[in-house]
């Protein structure tokens, strides 16, 4: 049976889950769009979103909204998407 690389994400996540849960950092400002939001990350973050959740781990998951009649990206906390650049293996970034 093949496994989707969400799966797969998903798996690496829940096996650095305590590593993944320090490396959250505070955040505060804007309730609605991440652009404003210290302790956010820049929007790009939705594919793994998908896996974060699917681990069951928190990601603080919010819209990212940048420039006139924009698209949403999704952003997640900054700490955790340092976490993932740093030590996720390169086949699951």
């Known amino acids: 049976m093949k496994t989707s690389k969400t799966e797969k994400r ?3 996540l829940k096996s650095v889950a305590k590593e ?3 490396s ?3 955040e505060e400002g804007s309730p609605t769009n991440a652009k404003y939001r210290r302790g956010m990350s820049r ?3 939705g594919y793994l979103a998908w ?3 699917k681990a069951g781990l928190r990601s603080s998951k919010m819209n990212y909204w940048n420039g006139s009649l ?3 990206s999704t952003a997640i906390n900054e ?3 340092n976490f993932i650049k740093n ?4 086949e699951l970034f």
Do not use: S, V
């Open 10 to 12: 998903a798996e690496w």
């Open 20 to 22: 993944y849960e320090k």
């Open 24 to 26: 959250r950092i505070h």
């Open 43 to 45: 929007g790009g973050w």
């Open 51 to 53: 896996a974060i959740e």
């Open 70 to 72: 924009p698209t949403p």
């Open 79 to 81: 700490g955790y998407a």
């Open 87 to 90: 030590n996720c293996p390169r």
